[in-house]
């Protein structure tokens, strides 16, 4: 208010400290108070940045789902457990990260709605006292004309004076959204993972020298800074968490740790989106020969077999392709199982990445256009 008061009385001609033109209570804080003016500039921040994040997010999305239209022919092992599980594209599990991302996002549209009721003009519990009957409507009309929100004046005033809920949720949205990313970033090192020694399905833009130690090395900095950018966001909510719980009464006077904390996450989120998108997954490329390779000595694909020879039978032959190093196919027309051609229908990799029963004629029909 001092700042406003000097400002102001410098643009009338008077001089700093003096505050007979403007004086800092009587005038620049008529009508309010620190307990109206901070949650609602808190809440017009976070709003303000809610659309770039959000962007950010959309933008990371439609990333990932170019990804899996790129690998939609890719055939690969899906894995549970860090174990071999059935078939799948690499399109597919593309486009759960995709979906995840955009989940989050709805996360964070429906929490930025609470954020647009206002508590201005609610003083300093939530009565109004000492502000004018129609002040909290003109402030409130005048603060969406200047942001183009659809603010509104609180329902509750004495519930958004005494409470940061409404931030703390929109914390909780960006948590959410941190999960999200910190797991897809911890995929992509894993898929990456070689370039001889590991998976290796999938290859990351090389964005620096790797090592200093290991020539050739080229480390997966990018998700890894995801991760890290993740990590903080994290502990950032649990501080949101703890300050918005630490209220007493009427107010909350931890409103600027929360206030900061807020503010960090959804910035150090939105360019860690941005970098992950353009730095990363823009430019990723399928290993095709490899996938297909993991996927052909792997013994998961012996799950399609269960409908049509039983659950038990189809678990010792996996077991017995293990100990023996040889493949599915072999030992099931060894032991006159199926015949040659049902049990190509039954183990073709393409085939059981579509929902219903391989090798069943109605289901392995071509879908109708």
Not at 57 to 81: E, I, P
Not at 271 to 288: P, Q, W, Y
Not at 297 to 312: D, E, F, K, N, Q
């Amino acid at each position: 208010n001092e700042v406003l008061a000097n400002r102001a009385a410098e643009l009338l001609g008077g001089r700093r400290g003096v505050y007979d033109l403007v004086h800092p209570n009587d005038h620049v804080n008529m009508g309010q108070s620190t307990n109206d003016v901070f949650p609602t500039a808190t809440r017009l921040a976070l709003l303000g940045e809610h659309a770039r994040l959000v962007q950010a997010a959309r933008n990371l999305a439609s990333s990932l789902d170019r990804a899996s239209v790129r690998f939609a022919a890719v055939l690969k092992v899906g894995r549970t457990h860090l174990q071999d599980a059935v078939p799948m594209t690499l399109g597919q599990e593309f486009s759960g990260y995709a979906a995840c991302v955009a989940a989050a996002v709805e996360d964070l549209e429906y929490a930025s709605t609470r954020l647009l009721e206002l508590n201005i003009g609610a003083t300093a519990v939530g009565t109004g006292l000492n502000a004018g009957d129609d002040y909290t409507q003109r402030v409130t009309g005048t603060l969406r004309a200047l942001t183009g929100l659809d603010v509104r004046p609180a329902a509750n005033p004495f519930r958004v004076t005494q409470s940061m809920g409404d931030v703390a949720g929109y914390s909780g949205a960006m948590r959410r959204l941190s999960v999200e990313l910190s797991k897809i970033a911890n995929d992509l090192r894993l898929l990456s993972m070689g370039p001889r020694a590991g998976l290796a399905e999938i290859r990351l833009p090389a964005v620096q020298p790797g090592s200093s130690i290991m020539p050739g090395k080229v480390n997966p900095s990018i998700p890894e800074m995801v991760n890290q950018v993740c990590y903080q966001a994290l502990g950032c909510d649990l501080t949101v968490s703890a300050a918005a719980e630490a209220g007493q009464l009427e107010l909350n006077v931890m409103m600027p740790v929360i206030a900061w904390n807020a503010l960090h996450t959804s910035r150090i989120l939105r360019e860690a989106m941005r970098m992950l998108a353009t730095r990363c997954v823009d430019g990723i490329e399928a290993d095709d020969a490899r996938c297909l390779e993991l996927l052909e000595r792997s013994t998961a694909v012996a799950t399609a077999l269960s409908p049509h020879i039983g659950y038990a039978r189809t678990a010792d032959i996996a077991k017995a392709a293990v100990e023996t190093g040889r493949t599915i196919r072999e030992l099931v027309l060894e032991r006159g199982l199926l015949a040659p051609e049902q049990l190509d229908l039954i183990l073709s990799p393409g085939r059981m990445t579509r929902p219903g029963i391989a090798g069943d004629a109605a289901g392995d029909q071509e879908p109708s256009s």
